[in-house]
């Protein structure tokens, strides 16, 4: 079945750049039914939506990130990666990848992977 | 502050039913039945319970439903069990603008 696996430092410098990558396998990421995502979750707190991006490259932001996000997606490697710039302690996290349908529901998660920011 | 508004947790026994509630806005909860809930247990990733408002995904219990009404929507768990206790959130689509918000986690404790 379809599985995702974020990979990635675990330990990022204040002001640098976060960089991770989600690995899909059991299916394509080219399908045409579905959008992949970033999520996170700072410890202790809730689930922050960070983005989106269709096969083709469309891709859409949460308005409060928009700034600093890139997502992007390589079909040949079935991959998607996040890049998140100047980065604080602010944005210390497990994050998530995430597969949904369009506007729908995130179905499909990862196991999550720690990102602490701190110099 | 979540976007969507749950209460901090909730508590019931093993067999009684709990209802969670999630207040979100016109913007979002009130627009949409685009209304998930996931389950998320101690250092495990989120599991989709329900989507658009009242679905089941396959392979999730019947004993849990959703609803909504206005800006607010609801989990119900029925038959409370042991291995229900973890922390639920809801999250709704907000627009093109926005997309999706979350709300701040409920957590269930099975007494």
């Known amino acids: 079945q379809l599985q995702l696996q974020e990979s990635g430092p675990g330990l990022v410098k204040p002001s640098e750049t976060l960089s991770l990558t989600c690995t899909v396998s059991g299916g394509s990421i080219s399908s045409s039914s579905y959008y992949w995502g970033w999520i996170r979750q700072p410890p202790g707190k809730g689930l922050e939506w960070i983005g989106s991006i269709y096969y083709s490259g469309s891709t859409y932001y949460n308005p409060s990130l928009k700034s600093r996000v890139t997502i992007s997606v390589d079909t040949s490697k079935n991959q998607f990666s996040l890049k998140l710039s100047s980065v604080t302690a602010a944005d210390t996290a497990v994050y998530y990848c995430?597969?949904?349908?369009?506007?729908?529901?995130?179905?499909?998660w990862g196991q999550g992977t720690m990102v602490t920011v701190s110099s | 502050q979540s976007a969507l508004t749950q209460p901090a947790s909730v508590s019931g026994s093993p067999g009684q039913s709990i209802t969670i509630s999630c207040t979100g806005t016109?913007?979002?909860?009130?627009?949409?039945?685009?209304v998930s809930w996931y389950q998320q247990h101690p250092g495990k990733a989120p599991k989709l319970m329900i989507y658009e408002v009242s679905k089941r995904p396959s392979g999730v219990s019947n004993r849990f439903s959703g609803s909504k009404s206005g800006n607010t929507a609801s989990l119900t768990i029925s038959g409370l069990q042991a291995e229900d206790e973890a922390d639920y959130y809801c999250?709704?689509?907000?627009?093109?603008?926005?997309?999706?918000?979350f709300g701040g986690g409920t957590k269930l404790t099975v007494l």
């Open positions: 016109s913007s979002d909860v009130g627009s949409y039945n685009l």
């Open positions: 999250c709704s689509y907000a627009g093109s603008s926005t997309f999706w918000v």
């Open positions: 995430a597969r949904h349908y369009s506007d729908d529901a995130f179905d499909i």
